[in-house]
């Protein structure tokens, strides 16, 4: 019955390459060498009659044919390696990308919650700050993401899940607020600047001007926001940070928020969680979802 079927590594190959839409980066995901890859899809070719790729100088795009096979493949595959983690009894694994701020700061440090509650789920986390593409990078299973969730019509093949607003504050230890409760003129003020320019300025700076009126306030500028709160924790300085960024230290009371005019909340953008088509009905992604959305409405203004 299957007989006429090509062989199952030129299938990965040849998925893996269109996919990423290199033979090199393919090459790298299945721990082979180039050569072999562009070897099992000429034979695939040859077995097809057709031609799957058109060939360039530093690039290979599909042909009609090509991406007609590439969704077969893609899904086939998938439906195996679902089917295969069952029977095998395996603990199931998630790859979530994220920022390295919300990373170290929030899922991090809440994580055992979700590996107590779901010990058969295994969560991977790649910290960083460019963006992946979750259409083709199966290396990734499911991103958390930092701004407004694009509109669900512009990417049909993934899922916007919204999670939560975040609310900033002004956050330092104990000992600064009560070393400068008196006199704000010589106050340190940290802020956040995104190193993404699309995401939209919230205004900080007119909000701490508004509160020291009487000087020029000194503000200083990180470009990650575990580095804002870590000034704050050493004493240098009030970090206006989200809320969700220094749960734990609240927690343990390394910081606090101030009072009077300081205590004001500032209403900052959304977390969303990016959910490609192939993981939508996975148990461990839906029980991942879940809890994200549970554990964060806890914590929400």
Same mark, same amino acid.
């Given at each position: ?95 979530? $990308?994220?920022?390295?701020? *919300?990373?170290?700061? &929030?899922?991090? #440090? !809440? =994580? ?72 704000? $003129?010589?106050?340190?003020? *940290?802020?956040?600047? &995104?190193?993404? #320019? !699309? =995401? ?102």
């Amino acid at each position: 019955m299957f007989q006429q079927l090509p062989s199952l590594n030129a299938i990965k190959a040849f998925e893996s390459a269109a996919r990423l839409n290199s033979f090199k980066d393919a090459a790298n995901e299945l721990n082979v060498t180039p050569t072999a890859i562009s070897h099992q899809i000429r034979a695939l070719e040859d077995s097809l009659k057709v031609r799957l790729f058109e060939r360039k100088t530093r690039a290979v795009t599909l042909t009609t044919e090509g991406k007609l096979l590439a969704a077969s493949a893609n899904q086939s595959l998938q439906d195996l390696l679902s089917t295969v983690s069952q029977l095998k009894g395996s603990s199931s694994t998630l790859t979530i $990308s994220t920022t390295s701020s *919300f990373a170290a700061m &929030w899922l991090v #440090p !809440n =994580l055992a919650d979700f590996q107590q509650q779901y010990p058969g789920i295994d969560i991977q986390i790649r910290a960083e700050e460019t963006l992946i593409d979750m259409e083709h990078d199966r290396r990734v299973d499911m991103a958390i993401r930092y701004g407004e969730p694009p509109k669900q019509r512009e990417i049909k093949a993934l899922t916007h899940q919204p999670l939560v607003q975040e609310s900033l504050g002004f956050f330092a230890t104990p000992e600064y607020w009560e070393k400068h409760r008196k006199n704000l $003129s010589d106050v340190v003020f *940290f802020c956040t600047q &995104w190193k993404n #320019p !699309n =995401l939209p300025n919230l205004g900080l700076e007119e909000t701490i001007k508004s509160i020291v009126v009487d000087s020029r306030p000194n503000i200083r500028y990180f470009d990650d926001e575990n580095l804002t709160a870590q000034a704050a924790l050493s004493g240098q300085g009030i970090a206006i940070i989200s809320q969700l960024a220094v749960e734990n230290s609240i927690k343990n009371g390394w910081l606090t928020q101030g009072t009077d005019k300081m205590s004001k909340s500032i209403t900052g953008l959304h977390y969303y969680l990016v959910i490609p088509k192939r993981v939508q009905t996975s148990q461990a992604a839906i029980h991942f979802k879940e809890w994200l959305q549970l554990t964060l409405a806890k914590v929400s203004p």
